[in-house]
């Protein structure tokens, strides 16, 4: 698999801030009232704050079902899902397991009209551990340093490539859509779009979901959970923020999952 600088967005070293200061939680909550969010999902982002980052490239786009079926056929990997013979998806109003989903079928309808264009669309229903072993595979067999992106360059990168903070989209009216729907909406932003948005897929980080130092302590803090970042189409508006913070187990898997890459070209002299 060819690994090309030109698909990644370069986060250059330097003092960035992240999180969300206390009066912005507050602001939100009396928004979001009839919202289902719990404050402690925002409250894990406070304190915002300054934070040093090292260079690192991020691609613009989510790993692709094209891409992963690469890395499947090469390694002989099976996903969770399909070890498993199950996955998560949203039915009627609420979270349901349902036999034969996978990363091939992540809804368990056939959809040949997704296989055909599966060189744009993103790969879904993959679990932390998939991800990961992407990732691994990729680095050993391209010869670069590549893994899933921690939680505090997704937030910069998303910052950088103008996708929503808090501020901006804590209230904004979203479509939800799920099944063909949301299929038909990967595959418009895949074709049209020079970068993947953020809020079309949860966001596999690297890191486990642990506080922020001074933030407030947390029961799900350790490593228990690990984070997603920026939201789906099937979330609240403000979980489609930069900032918001998701902890799912490493095994979790939904058609609502995806990840992208992260690279440091400058190890290799780029």
């Known amino acids: 698999m060819t690994i090309r600088i030109e698909d990644f967005i370069k986060v250059p070293e330097g003092d960035y801030s992240i999180g969300i200061n206390g009066d912005a939680i507050e602001a939100i909550l009396e928004k979001l009232k009839s919202a289902p969010i719990k404050k402690e999902f925002l409250f894990s982002s406070y304190p915002r704050q300054s ?117 901006e989209a804590a209230i904004a009216d979203r479509i939800k859509s799920t099944g063909p729907e949301f299929l038909d909406a990967l595959r418009t932003a895949a074709r049209e779009g020079s970068t993947h948005s953020t809020g079309l897929l949860w966001e596999w980080t690297e890191n486990w979901y642990d506080r922020y130092p001074g933030g407030p302590d947390g029961r799900d803090y350790g490593t228990v959970y690990k984070v997603l970042r920026g939201g789906s189409v099937l979330s609240e508006p403000v979980q489609r923020t930069r900032e918001f913070r998701l902890r799912k187990c490493p095994t979790a898997r939904s058609p609502y999952y995806g990840f992208r890459i992260a690279v440091d070209f400058s190890e290799k002299g780029s």
């Not at 949203?90 to 979270?95: A, I, P, S, T, V």
């Not at 992407?134 to 050993?140: G, K, T």
């Open 51 to 167: 934070v040093h980052l090292g260079t690192i490239w991020i691609s613009r786009f989510l790993t692709t079902c094209r891409a992963f079926s690469e890395f499947a056929e090469a390694a002989d990997y099976t996903t969770e899902a399909e070890r498993e013979g199950w996955g998560w998806i949203w039915l009627d109003g609420r979270w349901r397991k349902k036999d034969g989903v996978s990363w091939k079928m992540p809804f368990g309808i056939s959809d040949a009209d997704r296989l055909a264009a599966e060189g744009i669309m993103p790969v879904m229903q993959l679990s932390w551990n998939d991800a990961a072993a992407y990732c691994a595979w990729l680095s050993e067999s391209s010869g670069l340093p590549i893994r899933l992106p921690r939680e505090l360059e997704w937030e910069v990168f998303a910052g950088i490539c103008g996708f929503p903070g808090v501020s």
